[in-house]
């Protein structure tokens, strides 16, 4: 009997025992339900970090207005700028070259020197005539004491022909002798003189070994070389004509050869837009200087220069340019387009696809896909009849895979 009755309490469940239990393990699964929702949240985070979108870098431009009451074009031609100012630098004298301090694209200022000749024989001529010219004034000195004394002797017999102790041929001798070497002092300053400018030109011929450039520009060619002999005349051989060929960057302009039967259209101080082959999309303004009062008969071209308003570093002497002769009356004089205006981007900007065009706007640093219409493409430029306001940012040459919304970061030009 008590053996069942220990066998029935080892089946009983102590409750006090349970519920004390139970409470303590519902606050420790509470304690980590809320630390693995905090790492799971810090979790995410990181990953969201680490699969963050990327910037895609674009060129960009913004959209221009251009007004429908521009001015029209009257012609069009084409030509290559020049310098006004150009030398080839060569030397008074012939003589070999020593030293060329100049390189193709340095700048350099008038005056400075560009190459230097051999100079001992003018330094040597030099020098004699340094010598000369001190002997020359040594005499000089020398024949001022003895006029001095053969004026005290006249003089003295002057005094003793008062009193009969000389006679009459004395005196004359005395001032003879003066009158000799007065002369003989006028011709030894003379002398000194000729001395003097022999110096001078032996100095010029030393200068002359240095060539100097001849007003500011740049050294666009390098003729000569240490060691070959320069001349101012073409002696044949290896005779060198000059060391440098220099072009004043400040007086480049245009050349135009326009055809005879079009000059008509062609006035001094015209508005002309220049186009350099090397910058299809740089509409350079320029004008009309001077129309060449002569006709090239094999050609039947009239010579125009044209100049440019600012000149600017990319322009280079011997560049390709086509120019537009502008009319100063507007292109559309109806006064329901007098003011409105259409919107011109790169070519590069509008994306064709299937018939439609579009292109990318950047807006907040996202890129957007915006419809647009094109009325035209000219000189690497597209005209926008609808679509676009003038000043937003668009994309040039949109990069693939580009989509609605992708965060882009514009690149530096």
């Not at 004699?128 to 005499?139: G, H, M, P």
């Not at 003295?156 to 000389?166: E, I, V």
């Not at 299809?280 to 008969?297: F, L, Y």
Request: glycine share 8%; with cysteine.
């Amino acid at each position: 009997m008590s053996s069942q009755k220990m066998a029935l309490d080892g089946l009983r469940i102590d409750r006090t025992a349970s519920g004390t239990g139970g409470a303590r393990s519902g606050r420790d699964g509470g304690r980590w339900g809320f630390r693995i929702l905090i790492l799971a949240a810090v979790g995410a985070g990181i990953y969201g970090w680490m699969n963050r979108t990327k910037a895609v870098p674009v060129r960009t431009a913004g959209a221009r207005g251009v007004s429908l009451s521009a001015t029209r074009t009257l012609l069009n031609a084409s030509g290559y700028v020049s310098a006004r100012r150009e030398a080839t630098v060569s030397s008074k004298v012939t003589g070999k070259v020593m030293e060329v301090l100049v390189e193709e694209g340095m700048k350099v200022t008038a005056g400075q020197v560009l190459a230097r000749l051999d100079d001992s024989n003018v330094k040597a001529g030099m020098r004699l005539a340094e010598a000369q010219l001190d002997s020359a004034r040594k005499i000089l000195e020398e024949t001022g004491p003895n006029l001095a004394f053969a004026e005290q002797e006249r003089d003295r017999f002057a005094r003793l022909t008062a009193s009969n102790a000389a006679s009459q041929s004395d005196i004359f001798r005395a001032e003879t002798e003066v009158r000799a070497l007065k002369a003989r002092i006028v011709r030894q300053t003379a002398d000194v003189q000729v001395a003097e400018r022999e110096v001078e030109q032996w100095q010029q011929q030393l200068d002359d070994m240095l060539i100097r450039a001849p007003f500011d520009g740049m050294v666009t060619t390098k003729n000569s070389q240490p060691g070959e002999m320069i001349s101012p005349m073409s002696a044949g051989g290896f005779t060198r004509t000059g060391i440098c060929t220099m072009v004043d960057m400040m007086s480049l302009e245009i050349d135009v050869d326009v055809n005879e039967s079009f000059i008509n259209r062609v006035q001094p101080a015209q508005p002309v837009t220049a186009t350099l082959d090397a910058w299809p999309d740089w509409k350079i303004p320029s004008k009309v200087i001077a129309i060449i009062p002569t006709a090239n008969r094999q050609k039947a071209t009239v010579k125009v220069r044209v100049g440019f308003d600012q000149l600017d570093p990319r322009i280079l002497p011997e560049m390709g340019v086509k120019v537009a002769f502008l009319s100063n009356e507007p292109a559309d004089k109806a006064p329901e387009n007098k003011d409105k205006t259409v919107i011109v981007v790169p070519e590069a900007a509008v994306m064709n696809s299937n018939g439609s065009t579009a292109v990318w706007v950047v807006r907040e640093e996202k890129a957007e896909r915006r419809p647009v219409t094109v009325s035209g493409t000219l000189n690497g430029e597209t005209t926008v009849a609808s679509g676009l306001s003038a000043g937003e940012k668009i994309v040039i040459s949109p990069p693939a895979g580009l989509v609605d919304g992708v965060t882009v970061k514009e690149e530096k030009p």
